[in-house]
């Protein structure tokens, strides 16, 4: 019988822990503010931004969103950002990253990569402002914390669908299987971004690795964890591929039953199907706008599956605002 998520009734679960917590900083005089930039051309920047700020406004917290076109100089809009990084009443900044297929349109023969890395290299991080505001993990100074097993000294956070990922793993450790520890096996991630695929086979692969010990929000004793894998001398890996290594495993006619846990984030509806999986697989299904996982073909075969909507989605949007949170915890 395979358990499929329910993201919203998690995301309300965890939202009421979190309106506590708003209460308690605005009790001592702290105000949580997330600033967010986002582009009128992509409808969907323009949905997110409207959920994020409706989510926010009802744990308490302060969100302020100015539209921008992709027409607009990319000094104007790094002057907003760098007046948000100079406002004390801000305490978050996020930019809502466009589809690169939207931004082409609109600017023909342009460097996505180039504007992007142009916009979210001046998000204010402890080592360019003294502070860090970047609360979505978009930053690159953020990004090579990561990559270095630093981030959490360097009082910064993971990207919030990374953390959201990693949130409904530590519920399914909780809720349904408590033997169940993702440092302890093998972990395939499809999909190269900087938002999820990136950051945290770098942050999984660190917790394999060293075995250090996450923050409570994301919930294992990962020291007991791989102690306990090396005991077995369980050997576990964490894999990230794109969608060509993907295909590339697909046309050897090798499926992907070595990985019990697969993160997949392409898009490409039915890109994971039945015959490929593992059985007792966990599935987590991050496609956008359109699910990566054939949901049919895998029923009865995977433990677990994170449908396409309420799933991931619904866990990012509140992990955002864990985030927020979590930026205050130096002021305190």
């Known amino acids: 019988m395979t358990l499929i998520f329910n993201g919203e009734q998690l995301a309300k679960q965890k939202a009421l822990k979190l309106k506590t917590k708003v209460a308690v900083y605005h009790a001592k005089g702290i105000y949580p503010k997330v600033a967010a930039i986002f582009f009128k051309e992509d409808a969907a920047s323009a949905l997110y931004t409207s959920l994020k700020k409706q989510t926010a406004e009802n744990l308490g917290i302060a ?11 990319v000094e104007e809009i790094q002057e907003y950002i760098d007046s948000l990084n100079s406002d004390s009443s801000v305490t978050g900044i996020i930019i809502q990253k466009p589809w690169t297929k939207k931004w082409l349109e609109a600017v023909p023969n342009g460097d996505f990569s ?33 990559k270095n097993g630093t981030w959490m000294q360097d009082g910064m956070v993971l990207p919030a669908t990374a953390r959201a990922v990693l949130s409904i793993l530590k519920d399914y450790r909780a809720n349904i ?3 169940f520890s993702y440092l302890t096996e ?27 010990t996450v923050p409570q929000a994301f919930g294992e004793a990962c020291q ?9 001398d369980k050997k576990c ?51 956008e706008p359109q699910g990566d996982i054939d949901l049919q073909s895998c029923l009865n075969k995977a ?4 449908p396409v909507p309420n799933g991931v989605g619904p866990m990012t949007v509140i992990s955002l605002m864990a985030n927020a949170l979590d930026l205050l915890k130096p002021v305190l």
């Open 63 to 73: 969100y302020q969103a100015k539209a921008f076109s992709f027409a607009d100089p």
């Open 114 to 146: 180039k504007w992007w890395s142009g916009l979210v290299s001046h998000i204010a991080t402890k080592q360019s402002h003294g502070v860090n505001k970047d609360v979505d993990g978009l930053a690159p100074a953020t990004l090579t914390a990561i």
């Open 303 to 306: 433990d677990f599956i994170t």
């Open 186 to 212: 093998n972990v395939l991630i499809i999909g190269q971004s900087d938002l999820l695929g990136k950051p945290l086979y770098w942050h999984i692969k660190n917790l394999m690795q060293h075995g250090a």
């Open 237 to 287: 890996e964490v894999k990230l591929v794109g969608k060509q290594g993907l295909e590339d495993i697909i046309e050897q006619r090798k499926s992907l039953s070595d990985f019990r846990v697969i993160i997949s984030a392409t898009g490409q509806k039915n890109l994971l199907r039945g015959e490929l999986i593992a059985p007792h697989s966990i599935l987590i299904d991050v496609g």
């Open 177 to 179: 299987d408590p033997d």
């Open 224 to 232: 007991v964890s791989v102690a306990k894998a090396q005991e077995n």
